[in-house]
T-cell receptor
Framework: SAVISQKPSRDICQRGTSLTIQCQVD?????MFWYRQQPGQSLTLIAT?????????ESGFVIDKFPISRPNLTFSTLTVSNMSPEDSSIYLC?????????FGSGTRLTVV | AQKVTQAQTEISVVEKEDVTLDCVYE???????LFWYKQPPSGELVFLIR??????QNEISGRYSWNFQKSTSSFNFTITASQVVDSAVYFC????????????FGTGTRLLVSP
């Protein structure tokens, strides 16, 4: 399976600022996904990152708040914009080229 | 909605007890994949097993075993002789086989194993 390097692993940010999370995969993958995991909750899909086109967002998530880039088949970024304390969560990226799904180690974000 | 339901929010056991985590899924697909992941306190997701809908054989891997029953849409996970290191949140998930083939997760079951 692919291996994903995700960074930063954690951050404490001021409200109103933005944070960009990066995921680098060690091999080319078809699809990349971004999930949010709020404290004590399950994983909720934010969007699917498509190479060469705009990301596809799930209901309740918008591009202005969570802009995503996927410039090539091994790399993607998620930006959490204009942060508020409600954005405090773990953010995880995932990648697949078929039936195996690999996850990054997560970014633990605290907004103060 | 093609949901994944994990009815057990939290389970507490004493070391060496056996424990079963339940997972029930909804699907309209004839072909689908199911998964189990473990999330220890450190936060990363650890892959445990993938099962496709054509393979209803139960699987055993060390202290772990899985019981897949299409007739009841269940994919339950049993840990035999639990250990403190098994303490984690366990997620069941299924692949949605339309569009981008995303994973949909259950709400998770927190397992606490005490010495």
């Amino acid at each position: 399976s692919a291996v994903i390097s995700q960074k930063p692993s954690r951050d404490i940010c001021q409200r109103g600022t933005s944070l960009t999370i990066q995921c680098q995969v060690d091999s080319q993958v078809t699809m990349m996904f971004w999930y949010r995991q709020q404290p004590g909750q399950s994983l909720t899909l934010i969007a699917t990152a498509n190479q060469g086109s705009e990301a596809t967002y799930e209901s309740g998530f918008v591009i202005d708040k969570f802009p995503i880039s996927r410039p090539n088949l091994t790399f993607s970024t998620l930006t959490v914009s204009n942060m508020s304390p409600e954005d405090s969560s773990i953010y995880l990226c995932s990648a697949t080229s078929g039936v195996d799904y690999t996850f990054g180690s997560g970014t633990r974000l605290t907004v103060v | 909605a093609q949901k994944v339901t994990q009815a057990q929010t939290e389970i507490s056991v004493v070391e060496k007890e056996d424990v079963t985590l339940d997972c029930v899924y909804e699907t309209r697909d004839t072909t689908y994949y199911l998964f189990w992941y473990k999330q220890p306190p450190s936060g990363e997701l650890v892959f445990l097993i993938r099962r496709n809908s054509f393979d209803e054989q139960n699987e055993i891997s060390g202290r772990y075993s899985w019981n897949f029953q299409k007739s009841t849409s269940s994919f339950n996970f049993t840990i035999t002789a639990s250990q403190v290191v098994d303490s984690a949140v366990y997620f069941c998930a299924r692949r949605v086989d339309t569009g981008f083939q995303k994973l949909v997760f259950g709400t998770g079951t927190r397992l606490l194993v005490s010495p």
